[in-house]
């Protein structure tokens, strides 16, 4: 089992930077593969990037490629997500999540409870 906790969400500008925090506790963090999702009103959930478990190999939806950064720290047991010159679609509850499979592309075992982010234009 796995607990994540999401921080870091809030209101910005357009072209602002934000970073996201999932803090993880409960089993050895280093065997979970992670990665960031986000939902916006009235749409389906969304990957946004992914970190594998082994090799820390990274993927990222075709909107944010360019622009968010994947990275984990497994001694701190936190994923991180660098959200660079954000738009004003980019504005979703942000979810992290882990998967005891290499990726988590191929299934999630844990949801954290999601933070907002808000871009004005």
């Known amino acids: 089992q796995v607990h994540l906790v999401e921080s870091g969400g809030g209101l910005v500008q357009a072209g602002d930077s934000l970073r996201l925090s999932c803090a993880a506790s409960?089993?050895?963090?280093?065997?979970?593969?992670m990665g960031w999702f986000r939902q916006a009103p009235g749409k389906e959930r969304e990957f946004v990037a992914a970190?594998?478990?082994?090799?820390?190999?990274?993927y990222y939806g075709v909107s944010v490629k360019g622009r968010f950064t994947i990275s984990r720290d497994n001694a701190k047991n936190t994923v991180y997500l660098q959200m660079n010159n954000l738009k004003p679609e980019d504005t979703a509850v942000y979810y992290c999540?882990?998967?005891?499979?290499?990726?988590?592309?191929?299934?999630?075992?844990?949801w954290g409870q999601g933070t907002q982010v808000t871009v004005s234009s």
């Open positions: 970190i594998r478990r082994i090799d820390a190999i990274r």
């Open positions: 999540a882990a998967s005891d499979r290499d990726n988590v592309l191929d299934g999630i075992d844990y």
């Open positions: 409960g089993r050895t963090f280093s065997s979970y593969a």
